[in-house]
Every structure is written in C-alpha cells, then in structure tokens.
C-alpha cells in the first residue's frame, strides 16, 4: 500500500540539488507516494521521502519517542513523529514544521527561544543546607509529586502549540519551562521555592497563561503543563497571604 | 571549502565532543572550577542517547540487601569473561558509591524505599558474597534513569555555564607534530560553516556506533565518530570484536525492552511455553550475564522452539507481577509495548530477540581517561591531552561483556576522572601548543572530499548494505568462514566509499551532508570490529565462535588492537592487578 504525504519544504540556500524546480527561497508543499508498512510510525515515512529525495531536512534521533527531536505538527496537530502512526493520520498526510518558530530548513525549525525559556526558570535543583553524606531523603509519597514533571523530554510540541507562547515568545516563559518550574518546587529537596515564586511575578512570564490547554492535548508524553501552572498559581497564592 | 587559514578560530581550555553522560559529567567538573569548557554536540545535548538507558545505575549503596562494592567488583570481573582490567574496575565499583550520590545531590529522581532512600532493583550477574546470593545494586528513576540523569547533568551545567556548541558536528581531531591533541574541526551544522576549536585537552564522548548493526536499540545518530575520529589520527581502537547484543529488543524492530523487566521478575519463554533459562543458567536464571542469555535464546529458535509463526523469537512474560508494578516500575516499557506493539505488557507478553547494543570495546584509555596508544616506550603510552570516556571508550572496565547498570556507571565515574584529570593538566600546561596549517589540513580535506560532484553511488545505499554486511558476518554466532568473506566484502566496500557523492551541496542544515560523514566513521568502526573479530580465534563473551568454542586463556587473555593503517592487528597485555585487593584469576564462567 502507498500513502501519499505532503511535506513543507523551505529551502534557503538554492544549490541544494533538490528534485522539484520551484524556486529555493519560498516554501511550498511538495507530495511524495510513499510505501507503507504496517505499524509503520510517521519518522518511517519521513526517512522513506529522505531516501527519494536527500535534500529533505527533518530532526530525529532515537525512534522511540525518549529523545524529543522530531517534533512535527502533522494534519495540523504537533506530535513526535516516531511514535505517531501514519494508520491514524488521514491523508493525504500534511506534515509542516512545529508551528511559530522560525523556519531554518524543510522541517527543522529555530528553538532558541523556547530554550531560553527553560533556562530562564533555573531548572535545576538549588540546596542551601549542606549536603549529607548520603543521599537526601526522600519519601516515596514526595517523590511521587514529581512523576509527570521530570519526564518531559523538551520537545516543543507544547510551548509551539501555545497562543500565548505565538504572540509573546519573548516574555511569556510558555507550558515547558514552566512544567519544569514546577518540578523543581514540587521536589521536597529543593530549597529555593521563594526565589522561583518571585522571579515569576509579573503579567507575563507565569501569567500569559489563559489555561486554553493546547498544550496539554499534544504533549506526547501525556504531562500536564497546565496544571503545573495552576499548582504553581495556587503555592502562589498561599505564600502570600 | 574555504582554505584551512581562513577558518575562524576559538579557544577554550577544554574541548568535549559529545554531550551525553560521560560528556557532562566532566564538564560540570570543568565549568565549576572556572576553566573555560566547550562542549560541541551534534544534536541538542538532551537528545543525546545517554537519555535512553532505561534500567539504571549500579552501585553497591546496600539499601536493600547487603552489598559492598568489593562483591561488585568480582561480579563485574567475572561478567567480563575476566578481560576487563581489574585496576579499573576497581576505581569503578568504589567510585560507584559517591557518584550515586553525588547525582542525587544534583537532583536526579530517583526512585524511592519507603525509608526516603534510592531503590534498588536486581540486575543480571549480580550477586553477593562473590558469586553467592542474587543481589540487589541497581538505582533506577523507574525505568527512565538515563533520561532521569541526562538532563540533571545537563540542568546542572546550565547552573555552571558550560558553553555549548549545539548542533555542530565534530569533523577530525587536529593533532600536531608531536601528537598532542590539539583541538578539533567541527562543522555548524545550521550554518554549515567550518569553525575551529583549540583546545589544551580534547575529551571524546561521542557514545557507540549500534547503526553498522541493521537492528539495534540504538539512536540514529550512533555512528562511531569519536571511535573513528581516533583511528584517524592514528590512535587504535581495542577490543572491537566485543558487541554486546542485548537479549531483548522488540522482535523484529529493535527498541529496548530493559533488563529491569527481568530484574523486577519477568521471566522468558520459548515456543513451548518453557522457562528455558533454567537449562542454560540453572541458579541465576532470567538474570545470567546478557551473553549468556542472548546465546540461550538463538540456541532455542535454532533448535526449532522459538514463538509465532515463524517461530523466530521468544516472549518475554511479565504480566504475573501485575498491573501495579508493570506501570508503576516500567512505565517506560509499558509505553513502548503500547506504541509498538499495541499491547500492554501487564496483561500479555512481549515478543523479544537478541539485538545489537553496546560495544565494550573503543579507544583505549588508562583509569584516568586519558588515552593510551602503542608508542617508542610500550602500548599504553598516554596521548598528550586527548581523553576519551563513555562507551566510545575502552578503559577497559567491561571486558568482553558488560554487565547491565555498568554502563551508566563507566560515564559517570571516567566521564568525571576525565574531568578531574584534565584539571590538573591545564594546571601544568597552561598554553596552548601552536596550531599550524598543515595540522589543520587533514581534516579540512575529509570536508572537502565531500565536495565532490558527479555521478556516483548514494550514501544512504551504501550505508543500508554495511549495516546488512554486518549483521549478517559479525553477529551474535560466529565462524571463520563468514567473517573472512566479510572482511573481503567490507574492503570492498570501503573502497566504493570513494566513490559515493552527496547530490545536496546546500550548506544551510544539510544532513545529507552530516550522514555522508557519518558513513565513513560507521565503515572505519565496521572494519575494526569484524577484522578484531576474525582474528581471535576463541569464545570469550560476547564473542562467540562456533569454530572454537572454549575460552582459550593461555593465548587469549590480552586485548586486541586494531590500526587503521593496513589494518593491522597488535594485542598487549589484561591489567590483572587491582589496586588495593587481590586479583581474581580466571575461573570457568557458569550462571
Ligand atoms: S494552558 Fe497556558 S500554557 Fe498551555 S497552551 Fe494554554 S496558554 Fe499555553
Ligand atoms: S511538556 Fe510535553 S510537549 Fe512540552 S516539551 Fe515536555 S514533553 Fe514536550
Ligand atoms: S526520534 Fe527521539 S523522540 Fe522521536
């Protein structure tokens, strides 16, 4: 059985020796038959149009959904293409770059921004006691209260998914920095809940967020940004009074 | 290409090439004592494939039956089929303890004991007492621990302001009069501009090279670079024919199915429903050494007794444990089967085959990380500020097999001791060794070969037969005549490389141009590991014979080296001395 899928190409350099004419500084769409094979995964399908046609750029890596590279919005939803079979995507299949990034090459689009996001929430763990010569306890119950946090594999599917995130990529922190805020003050080990609280005052980096939960429908780990934020409104809340 | 004077160059202390574990680890050292630390990555260093190892991370913590690192030491000298060097494996297993909790200070997730300390789980050829009673020595953040760790190193380098060159692909390794590393040639990959980093130390952590295997559990992009980087510039690789092929990938396309499953009590079957393990390792069962247990499994679909139509796998059978510790503890196996294979492991049992996994074996490296090549003074003269770490590395702690939760353990602990080395290193030599053109020529040449244009053969081609090539010569049983022919196909091969041209000559993030060099490194590795193979004419374990089938100590007891020059093969001697404690001599190897 073939499919028939669509590709975004962008490609800005023209002596790329690419097999369509169209001209090599707009973008369009380009169509490839592909061969399908059962359970076969969209990445599959990405690598068969690569085998047509080398010039076609995508990001990828691990094929099992772990490494977070191949974020793609296909038939107009983000989803890793690894883990998502071409079986439940109606065709012809139109796979364009995560959306409201800038487009680098075919696919692969620029996600610096969205990484300055995550580094901008300090995601890591700050201790102020000093440190015991063992391990730092830990209840099962607390470390609990990080499952659905420490999983995200910064993918983009998220954040891209985000109006908020579209309109202010610059000020808004978007669904993946702050899931990962919230994992580090859910984690009972961490000691610097009040300096994450305030560096999120502010009308923009925590409170963009219009809970519209775009990014919890995509996220292909199935975490939950929105609650992140809203736990981290409510600690918010509670600190203050 | 421009000309090698017209490159721009940067600086930096330390260069490290590659951003998984082994790569991190040392340059959170680095950041935090203030030395200015590059680390070049080809892809975005939480993609780097550190993030897939599942089970976790051994160290003998005792926080759930009795241990001390002693007993591990013993355990994972045996699992080497007793080639590993027992000076190394003993920095390991002590090193183990702090490291563990050194990363737990940093913030990973582990898994917890209702005590508040880290779980444990039992891995495969663990034991207490010296061969004794299963033991439990794993630390796992459920089933996700590589991922659990990646990203804390890298969190933790963000805090130290490691500079990070994402998305640049490291070309050659640049090398001058008297071999000193110097630096290295890398491309930008979104730019697709060459740039050069001058380096007093250079650290290789570029990881495996699983894509020359057709199947394998491996990421795309382990491809052997810094293994192939090395030969290049002149250094041997060691121990190649050593190829861990892991007892459970996903029959037929090659995910990882962790030995946790095992550990937590999944047990294999064959196509008569039989618990087989226990005719092949009677004490040690489902958790013998994984070369044991990947040569029990063909052994079965061999003699006719393999599962499903084509009987030509086995299942591995964890649903007796229950729904709550299937998804509880293998969440991320459970995702898999869902995914894949459209079952759920807690109620049926998952389709399984041996597949290629990890090389034990890469550039050799004394305890310290630095590397050590055959030179005037003996075969293990160090290398002037060149490191390598990780499984590119061959320290050599895994011998001829590794054990699971080792693997973790070996970046850790020599991706640090690389770190801490390459201190005092910069300390004593504070400049930077002049760089001159005709040092930087030959890597600027591998570039411009590239560049070639016409008529020719496709990369993607050429690589799909090497990976055919060596599936079908170097497997998991192995015999003179196969691998002969291999040896003869691979050359012939190599010489078609020439030959193969990149119709894309764009510069702006050109992957065809990434993977058409990765096809040479991936060839170079190939050819280490079937000639390394071809050559040792015994069964040592995970290097299996069927044309000599016992392990021969009086010949063998010795490490390959393969050249690249004339491929040649040169052996120097196993470090059986340990530091501190007695050797343990060789002993038959029964589970
Ligand atoms: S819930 Fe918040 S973060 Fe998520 S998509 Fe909506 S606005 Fe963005
Ligand atoms: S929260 Fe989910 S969608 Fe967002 S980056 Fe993490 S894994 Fe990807
Ligand atoms: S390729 Fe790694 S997440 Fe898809």
Redesign the interface.
Known sequence: MTITISVYRYQPDSDSGSTSSASASKPYMQTFEVEAAPGMMLREALLAIKEQDETFAFRHSCGEGVCGSDGVNANGTNCLACITPVADLKQPIQVRPLPGRPVIRDLVVDMTQFYEQYRAVEPYLIRKDPLPEQEIRQSPEDRDKLDGLYECILCGCCSTACPSFWWNPDKFHGPAALLQSWRFLADSRDQATEERLDALEGPYKLFRCHSIMNCVEVCPKGLNPTKAIGQIKELMLEQSV | MPAARSIPHRHFDALIIGAGGAGLNAALRLAEADLRVAVVSK??P????T??AQGGVNAA?ANVLPDNWHWHMFDTIKGSDYLGDQDAIETMCREAIPT??EL????V??????????YQRAFGGQSQNFGGEQAARTCA?AD?TG??IL??LY??N??AKTHFFDEHFAVDLIRDDEGAAIGALVLDI?SGEPLIIEAKTTLLATGGYGQVFRTNTN???NTGDGMAMALRAGVPLQDMEFYQFHPTGVAGKG?LITEATRGEGGYLLNGEGERFMERYAPHALDLASRDVVSRSILSEIRAGRGCGPQKDYVLLKVDHLGADVVHQRLP?IT??CR??L?IDPAKEPIPVFPTAHYAMGGIPTDRHARVVAPARHGPEEVVPGLYAAGECACVSVHGANRLGGNSLLDILVFGRAAGADILAYVAEHPNHRPMRDEHIEPAVARLARWERQGDGE???DVKAELRRLMEDHCGVFREQATMTEGVEKLKALRERVEGVR???????????RI?ALELDNLVDVGMATLMSALHRDESRGAHSRVDHTERDDERWMKHSLYSRDGDRMDYKPVRTKPLTVDSFPPKPRVY
């Open positions: 892809v975005f939480t993609r780097s494939h993030v897939a913590l563990v909790y737990e200070h940093a913030g997730p582990f898994s917890r004991l209702d005590n508040g300390r880290i953040a996700r991922h659990a990203h804390t969190q933790q963000l805090r979104e990421a795309f992009i995910m991320g995702d898999i995914v894949f459209g496709r990369v993607a990149l119709r894309d000559q764009s510069q702006t993030f050109n992957t065809a993977e």
